[in-house]
């Protein structure tokens, strides 16, 4: 593991600074305005610094955010700008829950959410590369506030999981055949481990817990 940055996570690090999992297909580009759901300990905004990106993180870990500001403040080789990170979980409806991070031992701690739509108000622009990982309420943009998300969001990447109580796998089915009959946009499917499944997913669905689909929106470019 690099060892530049503070409390990363093996696992994770692994994910997007080797891996690179959320590029296999359309990447980050200069100047692009990234939003990060899921931002968790910046892993994604010091993967892409060096392009000049405008970048919007979001996280329900105050825990996980302290070690991203950690890493911000300890950066020597970059002016750090044009990054915002909002403590907040994203949902349906405005409420407060406690939210405990995986990554820390540390109590549970209150939170409030942020709807998809007012997020996209406050963002009040295009978003160049949506990157996403939320555990299932992937669903607020990709099944609920679909035109939105097609209006306003030009590349996209995440992780789509099959197991998350908040979005039952036959639901998750119908939304991913849903953007497989969307002509406007074009797509990839992998494996967590880096193999496009595009093809080949459609045949053996059953068979996983969670993919990566990364895609843009061609209307936008």
């Keep these: 593991m690099n060892n530049i940055y503070l409390n990363l996570d093996d696992g994770v690090y692994d ?9 296999f297909f359309q990447k980050v580009e200069s100047g692009d305005l990234v939003v990060d759901l899921g931002c968790s300990k910046g892993y994604f905004y010091f993967k892409n610094k060096d392009k000049n990106i405008k970048y919007i993180g979001v996280d329900s870990s105050i825990d996980c955010i302290n070690d991203f500001y950690l890493n911000l403040n ?3 080789d970059v002016l750090v700008k044009n990054v915002f990170v909002i403590n907040a979980f994203l949902d349906g409806r405005y409420n407060i829950c406690d939210f405990k991070s995986i990554f820390h031992d540390a109590e549970a701690k209150k939170v409030s959410s942020i709807t998809f739509n007012d997020l996209v108000s406050f963002v009040g622009r295009r978003i160049d590369f949506l990157k996403f990982d939320i555990e299932g309420y992937e ?3 990709l099944e609920e506030n679909y ?5 306003r969001v030009r590349k996209f990447s995440g992780e789509i999981h099959f197991i998350a109580e908040a979005f039952p796998r036959q639901k998750v089915y119908k939304m991913l055949e849903k953007l497989k009959n ?9 494996s967590v481990d880096g193999y496009d499944i595009t093809n080949s ?3 053996n669905i059953g068979y996983y817990t969670e993919i990566i689909i990364n895609g843009y929106n061609q209307r936008l470019f």
């Design 201 to 203: 997913f459609w045949n």
């Design 147 to 151: 035109d939105l998300f097609k209006s």
């Design 74 to 76: 300890n950066e020597k």
């Design 182 to 190: 969307d002509l406007d946009l074009e797509f990839k499917l992998y």
């Design 15 to 23: 994910e997007v600074f080797v891996r690179d999992q959320y590029q």
């Design 139 to 141: 669903k607020l943009f």
